[in-house]
Nanobody
Framework: QVHLVESGGGLVQAGGPLRLSCEAS????????MGWFRQAPGKEREFVAA??????????ADSVKGRFTISRDNAKNSVYLYLQMNSLKPEDTAVYYC???????????WGQGTQVTVSS
């Protein structure tokens, strides 16, 4: 059974850090890429960061490059995905979603989201 659960969201002041976590259970997540996406009020969901199955390759949206770091830990029964967010800005306020790729290399699996609010 596939299950993704995010945690770590909250309210933070501009300039501060926050770390998001996602536990992805399902036997094939360790073999595929994972990513973080976000959706701000009134806007479409957008890509934030992605990491390859091994963790050796990463990519970032231009808006977060140099401030956010994605990483993963392929444990025995689950994959743990992280997003370290530094120098947060009010425009980073959004619901952040953890997503996992399936055998077709599409982001087919999604968590429920965690709210991040950055106050100015």
């Amino acid at each position: 059974q596939v299950h993704l659960v995010e945690s770590g969201g909250g309210l933070v002041q501009a300039g501060g850090p926050l770390r998001l976590s996602c536990e992805a259970s399902g036997r094939f997540f360790s073999s595929y890429g994972m990513g973080w996406f976000r959706q701000a009020p009134g806007k479409e969901r957008e890509f934030v960061a992605a990491v390859t199955w091994s963790g050796s390759g990463t990519s970032y949206a231009d808006s977060v490059k140099g401030r956010f770091t994605i990483s993963r830990d392929n444990a025995k029964n689950s994959v743990y995905l992280y997003l370290q967010m530094n120098s947060l800005k009010p425009e980073d306020t959004a619901v952040y979603y953890c997503a996992g790729q399936g055998p077709n290399y599409e982001y087919d699996y999604w968590g429920q989201g965690t709210q991040v609010t950055v106050s100015s």
